[in-house]
């Protein structure tokens, strides 16, 4: 009789679809501040964000899975030059995962969402 209790999941997670996600329903971090599924279904709407795509949920390296605090929830934003995407990073104690949103228009695209970017600092060392 071992077992009877209902065992709680290390960590939390979302079905979000949509139709920038080509359709899919794919599994994703739930984080106190962002409604994900909401989320979706906003960037649907955005005409400036052409792609909505999550990565992988990982663990991070060395961590036991167990000892994992769902109450330490967060993310971070940031726009890439490069690929034309914000990059949000969700992190739930020790797991992470990455949402990315494929933009020309970042500031229309967070105005949107509600998504706060974080201000990058200067890439290279400057001598005043």
């Known amino acids: ?65 167990a000892e994992n605090n769902q109450e330490d929830q967060g993310y971070t934003a940031r726009y890439d030059k490069i690929t034309k995407s914000i990059g949000v990073n969700l992190r739930q104690g020790f797991m992470r995962q990455t949402l990315v949103f494929a933009t020309r228009d970042p500031d229309t695209v967070c105005r949107e969402l509600g998504i706060t970017l974080e201000v990058a600092g200067p890439s290279e060392p400057t001598v005043s």
């Open 1 to 65: 009789m071992f077992g009877l209790g209902k065992k709680k999941d290390p960590f939390q997670t979302v079905t979000c679809k949509g139709l920038k996600l080509e359709g899919r329903a794919v599994l994703a971090l739930q984080v106190r501040d962002l409604d994900l599924v909401e989320l979706c279904k906003l960037a649907d709407k955005v005409e400036a964000c052409q792609r909505v795509s999550f990565g992988k949920i990982y663990q991070k390296p060395g961590t036991m899975l």
